[in-house]
Nanobody, 118 residues
């Protein structure tokens, strides 16, 4: 059974930091590029960051560059998102996404809420 389980979300103050984790199971993690997306209230889901299956140079949305860092541990089947200098506009549900490097097979996590507020 394929599972992507996000954790680490929660209320954080502006300027604060948070690290999200996504634990994968049920598929060959090393063959999948991993991404984080987010969806703010009333807005469309948007890409936050992506890291390839072989751990190449990550890509980030412009507004996250320099503040967010995506990483993966293939031994633990886990992808992380370190978020620093959080802003109220970062408030969203953050989703983990896996896409096979050779096909269109893909999976979504259930999401974790990150409210940024004082």
């Amino acid at each position: 059974q394929v599972q992507l389980v996000e954790s680490g979300g929660g209320l954080v103050q502006p300027g604060g930091s948070l690290r999200l984790s996504c634990a994968a199971s049920g598929f060959p993690f090393i063959n999948y590029a991993m991404s984080w997306y987010r969806q703010a209230p009333g807005k469309e889901r948007e890409l936050v960051a992506v890291i390839t299956s072989v751990g190449g140079t990550p890509n980030y949305a412009d507004s996250m560059k320099g503040r967010f860092t995506i990483s993966r541990d293939n031994a633990k089947n886990t992808v992380y998102l370190q978020m620093n200098s959080l802003r109220p506009e970062d408030t969203a549900v953050y989703y983990c996404y896996a896409r096979n490097r050779w096909s269109s097979v893909n999976y979504w996590g259930q999401g974790t809420q990150v409210p940024v507020s004082s």
